[in-house]
């Protein structure tokens, strides 16, 4: 008897080791991906974990196709070409949608959500639910325009404890680069392990008192820690240049005309900055003292000098991406009105000429991405009475319009459904480092966006909008092209018919 159980132990303690390593194996993935607390009645519409999807426009890495997605408990399991061809199985539920076009689900990498703090503004609710209806089945939040911002591992903690049984999508975190984490590195080093996908920085003014501007030093500092955790910092770039504060001119202009706005914040604010950015981003290429780190501009306005720096960049070997907003491939300076303060942002809106030049950019590859920058805030502080746009708040109320406002102006300079998805999905999830999203592939999570880019649609107080505030969005009155019908996250029908999921089954990203 003895015998045999020194015999055993060897093998029992091998088995117990295995468990161990099994559990925590699963708690830290659990800790990404959290288990759902909700049935799946209540997490999504269709009560089917095992079904198919066809459709004769399927977006794809290799193209468009005709044919069949296979999805199994939330993830994709197979992509058939062929309209109507649904493998060996006849048991699972076959979703027809014939001439709608199905591709993956909108990553917007730039939101600012407001909670905690400010969900008078806009909130993980009613963000997320805005998000579904956009076909939007990841959002990126922003560290700031909540309160307190997300600048250490205890904010960021608050953040996503505001956010539990709120989002209705799939939710990552970037940090703030602010000079009191940037002057202490051991601060941003520990908001870096706790999970957040990057971080973020302003060369001028944020507008938020806990978040203050940025210098190239600071962004250097933050970049050596970066580059350890292979993470972007993602910039907000505009250097004052001209007026030390654009409210000391309001005596000697018209505060009403958007020109004057847009004069106090030129194009070479946008150039100032990031020529220092390219000068700090040459030492981010291979090879490099900070090979890993990788610095992206944000929300790019200015199509010339500004782009022409990013480009040249690039083409050194540089670590350096860059993306631009829908209101500048959409609005023009020429057509905003006196007083309309829903078109106030920050760079601004410029002229058609400039609005061309970012199409031909986007186009061509030479700007990265797209996403919302979706900022939203309360009526008192937009000034839509008053109409003055040097003290109005500034920020563009956009996420649930992404895909049918990019289509609707996209299409007259010959944007592609390919291209669409490159820069609202794939590019996105690459930036962000989030896997297993942005493709329609085996082995990713089915999240989806069915729409038809051919139905027209009037965005007036009949249409379900979900935003916060939908009355301060410079989009309202606007007629589009390209219906969102249905929104899957992880194999979950989420929205459709204008009704969300009974639940909200989003899961939060964090970075392992």
């Known amino acids: 008897m ?10 029992l303690s091998i088995l117990v080791s295995f468990l161990v390593f099994f559990y925590f194996q699963n708690s830290h993935t659990a800790q990404l991906y959290p288990l759902i607390k909700f049935p799946r009645s209540k997490c999504s519409l269709l009560p089917h974990h095992h079904f198919w ?5 399927i977006v794809t890495p290799q193209g468009i196709i005709s044919g069949s997605v296979e999805i199994n408990e939330g993830r994709i399991v197979s992509v058939i070409e062929g309209y109507g061809k649904q493998g060996q199985s006849k048991q699972e539920e076959i979703i027809d949608y014939g001439d709608a076009v199905v591709m993956p689900g909108l990553i917007d990498v730039h939101v600012h959500l407001d909670e905690p703090g400010r969900t008078e503004w806009e909130g993980f609710d009613t963000g997320t ?24 591992k205890e904010t960021l903690k608050l953040k996503l404890d505001a956010a539990e049984d709120k989002i209705y999508v799939d939710v990552g975190f970037w940090g703030g680069l602010v000079p009191e984490n940037a002057l202490n590195l051991t601060i ?14 302003f060369m001028c ?10 210098t190239i030093d600071h962004i250097k500092a933050g970049l050596s820690v ?15 240049q001209d007026y030390g504060n654009h409210l000391d001119i309001k005596d000697t202009v018209d505060p009403h005309d958007y020109l004057t706005y847009q004069n106090t914040r030129p194009p070479s604010w946008e150039e100032a900055a990031i020529r220092q950015l390219v000068g700090v981003s040459k030492d981010t290429g291979i090879g490099g003292p900070l090979e890993g780190a990788h610095v992206h501009i944000v929300h790019l306005s200015d199509s010339s000098a500004s782009l022409d720096l990013i480009k040249e960049a690039k083409s050194r070997g540089d670590s350096i991406t860059v993306e631009t907003c829908p209101h500048y491939l959409a609005f023009t300076s020429e057509e905003i009105p006196n007083g309309d303060t829903r078109f106030k942002c920050s760079p601004p809106i410029r002229d058609a000429h400039n609005k061309d030049k ?11 991405l797209l996403t919302t920058d979706h900022s939203p805030t309360v009526p008192e502080l937009k000034l839509l009475e008053e109409g003055d746009f040097l003290k109005a708040w500034g920020g563009i109320s956009s996420l649930q319009f992404n895909l049918p406002v990019t289509w609707s102006y996209g299409k007259k300079y010959g944007l592609t459904l390919e291209q669409l998805s490159l820069l609202w999905s794939k590019r996105p999830a690459a930036l962000a480092g989030i896997e297993s999203k942005g493709t329609i592939e085996v082995g990713n999570h089915a999240d989806i966006v069915v729409w038809q880019p051919e139905q027209e649609f009037d965005l007036d107080d009949n249409y379900p909008v979900f935003i916060k505030h939908y009355e301060l969005s410079a989009y309202m009155g606007r007629r589009l092209s390209g219906k969102v019908l249905d929104t899957f996250v992880r194999g979950n029908l989420v929205f459709k ?8 089954c989003g899961v939060q990203i964090l970075a392992p």
């Open 188 to 201: 941003l080093d520990d908001l870096l392990s706790a999970g957040v996908l990057g971080v973020k920085s």
């Open 2 to 11: 003895d015998q045999f159980i020194w015999r055993v132990l060897p093998l």
């Open 129 to 152: 639910r805005a998000a579904a209806a956009g076909g939007v089945t990841t959002v990126v939040d922003m560290p700031l325009n909540n309160y307190p911002s997300t600048v250490s």
């Open 497 to 504: 018919d204008g009704k969300h999921a009974p639940a909200a």
């Open 226 to 240: 970066l580059a350890k955790y292979k993470r972007p910092i993602v910039v907000h770039a505009e250097l004052q």
């Open 205 to 214: 003014p944020s507008g938020i008192n806990d978040f203050p501007m940025t």
């Open 53 to 57: 999807i066809s459709s004769k426009r």
């Open 358 to 368: 970012l199409w031909e950019a986007v186009l061509e590859g030479h700007i990265d």
